[in-house]
Nanobody
Framework: QVQLVESGGGLVQAGGSLRLSCAAS????????MGWFRQAPVKEREFVSA????????YYADSVKGRFTISRDNVKNTVDLQMNSLKPEDTAVYYC????????????????WGQGTQVTVSS
């Protein structure tokens, strides 16, 4: 069992930056692939980024590639998402997720979800 708690959301102007953090509790954090999904109003949840259990491999949606950076600390049991050059279309609730296996970009592959943190980017 893994519990995930996100922090770091907020309101920022377009072009600004935010850093989301996810603290995980439970056992064997270093065995989980971690990631971030987001959901905007009246839209489906979409994949944002993921990082392998070791941290050696990262994945990004095309829409955030070059602007967002995912990282993890397997000692502190945290995963972060640094978001730069934010755009109004990045506005959404961002969810931290965890899984042991399955397709990287499919929401149902992730067994554990945080409660979400709101990110709002004003134009």
């Amino acid at each position: 069992q893994v519990q995930l708690v996100e922090s770091g959301g907020g309101l920022v102007q377009a072009g600004g930056s935010l850093r989301l953090s996810c603290a995980a509790s439970g056992r064997n954090f270093s065995t989980f692939r971690m990631g971030w999904f987001r959901q905007a109003p009246v839209k489906e949840r979409e994949f944002v980024s993921a990082i392998s259990a070791s941290g050696g491999t990262t994945y990004y949606a095309d829409s955030v590639k070059g602007r967002f950076t995912i990282s993890r600390d397997n000692v502190k049991n945290t995963v972060d998402l640094q978001m730069n050059s934010l755009k109004p279309e990045d506005t959404a609730v961002y969810y931290c997720v965890a899984t042991l296996r399955g397709p990287v970009v499919v929401p149902t592959a992730y067994n554990y979800w945080g409660q979400g943190t709101q990110v709002t980017v004003s134009s």
